[in-house]
């Protein structure tokens, strides 16, 4: 198992682009995640999936952003009319439904916006 | 919003001294992890705890639960260069998601 995957790593973008992060989470897991940490602060939660079901959005989560889990495999998070406050390293986890086991976290991905 | 409040946010400290993370919060918690993510990286899961009063040991890494399952201590001996990282708690309780703490920054000089 190569554990959770993201890509990109990098995503430079221009204010008002569209962008979109892809995950692959570890194949017996059935939650995904999707948390924001900007620098020096801990991970914020934006979403999760059981299985393809969205069963959760933060209040972070606007309008401008969205994910899919298609097929409760990998997930897309996508960040319409991106703004410099998006700036962020974007992470994502999976975990079995039993959330005591821990999360495993991607690399994530680190969103600049200029 | 973040619930959990650690302390010290930044922590420099000499190779072999002992500190201790701080990691406080007004709710209660059914579970309480501890991560550490180096820089570029994500969290790498340490301990989880269940358990008011409970203490897990990781080679030179002590964790304990408090008894009312609202506050964790992470406490490191004999700090080594490799301990350099940022400690996130994060609390969970029946939900869905965990509460990450605001980090506490540590670097263990050689």
């Known amino acids: 198992d190569t554990g959770v995957s993201q890509n990109p790593r990098h995503k430079i973008t221009k204010r008002g682009q569209n962008v979109t992060f892809r995950c692959d989470p570890i194949?017996?897991?059935?939650?995904l995640y999707w948390y924001r940490q900007t620098l020096g602060q801990g991970p914020e939660f934006l979403t999760y999936?059981?299985?393809?079901?969205?069963?959760?959005k933060s209040r972070l989560l606007s309008d401008r952003f969205s994910a899919e889990r298609p097929k409760g495999s990998f997930s897309t998070l996508e960040i319409q009319r991106t703004e410099q406050g998006d700036s962020a390293m974007y992470l994502c986890a999976s975990s079995l439904t039993q959330g005591a086991s821990g999360y495993t976290f991607g690399s994530g991905t680190r969103l600049t916006v200029v | 919003t973040q619930l959990l409040e650690q302390s010290p946010q930044f922590l420099s400290i000499q190779e072999g001294e002992n500190l201790t993370v701080y990691c406080n919060s007004s709710s209660v918690f059914s579970s309480l992890q501890w991560y550490r993510q180096e820089p570029g990286e994500g969290p790498v899961l340490l301990v989880t705890?269940?358990?008011?009063?409970e203490v897990k040991k990781l080679k030179r890494l002590t964790f304990q639960f408090g008894d009312a399952r609202k506050d964790s201590s992470l406490h490191i001996t004999a700090a080594q260069p490799g301990d350099t990282g940022l400690y996130l708690c994060?609390?969970?309780?029946?939900?869905?998601?965990?509460?990450f703490g605001t980090g506490t920054s540590l670097t263990v000089i050689p």
């Open positions: 705890v269940v358990t008011g009063g």
């Open positions: 999936f059981q299985n393809e079901a969205q069963l959760e």
């Open positions: 994060a609390g969970g309780n029946t939900g869905n998601q965990f509460y």
């Open positions: 194949s017996e897991h059935n939650r």
